[in-house]
């Protein structure tokens, strides 16, 4: 974590390195983070033949990455999967614990904040197009663990769980795509100012 002060914005940053730099911005930042993924889980729509809801929780695991960096990102998700498998109810639904068929996606969603992250720090948060990219490789490393997780959880086969676990999620997650590549960006051009 820098200690370094917040200068205007430069290659190499993400946007939580515009806040004047600390140790006390660091674990806030950290603590926020983890906070608005626990809070975001909390919106959760079951999807019908799924054990997994529709959640505003990954949206708000790959905003975490994108705008904290891959370190403070990875931080404030390893909070928030520690903290819900000490038995805090932020996850889906207010659940807690690391037995839940969809504790694969949580993993997930851990490295997929982490890479996004390292992504926005070469700057892939600046523009929509590689601000697409950069959410779709995350909400691939989500389902790349998150689908075997669940087909092992839920004793599904491979198919059965991609229905199950992916196939009814590709238009939400299009659309908090879409969200994230009007939303950065502009956030950026805000900052420029």
Do not use: C, H
Request: net charge positive; charged share 10%.
């Amino acid at each position: 974590m820098s200690t370094a002060a917040a200068t205007p914005a430069r290659p190499g940053q993400v946007l939580a390195d515009l806040l004047p730099a600390s140790r006390v911005r660091d674990v806030a930042l950290v603590l926020g983070g983890a906070a608005l993924t626990g809070l975001a889980a909390q919106i959760a729509v079951p999807i019908p033949g799924s054990p997994v809801p529709v959640t505003g929780q990954t949206f708000a695991a790959l905003l975490v990455g994108t705008t904290l960096g891959a370190q403070r990102g990875f931080l404030a998700l390893a909070v928030y999967a520690l903290a819900g498998v000490a038995g805090v109810p932020w996850f889906a639904s207010g659940t807690s614990g690391a037995t839940a068929v969809s504790f694969g996606y949580i993993l997930g969603m851990l490295l997929a904040s982490t890479v996004v992250g390292a992504l926005a720090r070469r700057g892939a948060d600046r523009n929509v197009w590689r601000m697409a990219g950069t959410m779709l490789v995350g909400e691939a490393i989500i389902y790349a663990i998150g689908v075997p997780y669940l087909a092992y959880a839920a004793d599904l086969s491979a198919s059965a769980a991609i229905a199950a676990g992916l196939t009814p999620f590709l238009i939400g997650d299009a659309l908090k795509a879409a969200l994230a590549m009007g939303l950065l960006p502009t956030a950026w051009k805000f900052a420029g100012r």
